[in-house]
C-alpha cells in the first residue's frame, strides 16, 4: 500500500502525454487543492476540468480491473463505497460551479489511446 501514489500515476502521465499532443502544454494546472476533487487537469481558461480515475480505486462500474479484493471486506467494501459518493459529490460541486468535467477511466486508456486523445480533443475544443 506504501508504494501506491495519488499523483504522477501512469494512467496520469499517459493522459498528460496525449494532452501535451494536443498542443495543451502549458495551458493546465495540476492537482488544484482549491477545487473539491483536487482534480488531475485543470484549464482555468476554459473552464474545464480532467479527472483521470483508477478503476479499482474509484470503483468503476462493471469493470473487470475493478474487482472487489479477496481478503478483508469489511474494510474495503466501504472504503471503496465512499471513494465513489465521494466523487460524485465533487463532480456535482464542480459542475454546480460552472465546470465542465471530463472523467478518464484507466481501463479506457488500456484500450485505446487513440479514443482517449480523441474524446480528450473533442472536450477541450467545445
Not at 488544484?32 to 478503476?55: A, E, S
Not at 474487482?67 to 472504503?79: D, M, T
Not at 471530463?102 to 472536450?123: H, P, Y
Request: aromatic share 10%.
Amino acid at each position: 500500500m506504501q508504494s501506491i501514489r495519488a499523483f504522477g500515476t501512469q494512467p496520469e502521465l499517459l493522459v498528460r502525454r496525449l494532452i501535451c499532443d494536443l498542443g495543451f502544454r502549458s495551458r493546465y494546472r495540476l492537482h488544484d487543492h482549491k477545487l473539491p476533487g483536487r482534480p488531475d487537469l485543470v484549464f482555468p481558461t476554459i473552464h474545464k476540468i480532467v479527472f483521470v480515475h483508477g478503476c479499482f480505486w474509484h470503483s468503476h462500474a462493471s469493470c473487470k480491473i475493478a474487482h472487489a479484493p479477496a481478503s478483508r471486506l469489511e474494510y474495503w467494501e466501504p472504503k471503496l463505497r465512499r471513494n465513489a459518493e465521494r466523487d460524485g459529490k465533487h463532480l456535482l460541486e464542480l459542475r454546480g460551479a460552472g465546470w465542465k468535467v471530463l472523467v478518464i477511466w484507466e481501463c479506457q486508456l488500456r484500450q485505446s489511446t487513440e479514443k482517449v486523445k480523441s474524446r480528450l480533443a473533442n472536450f477541450l475544443a467545445e
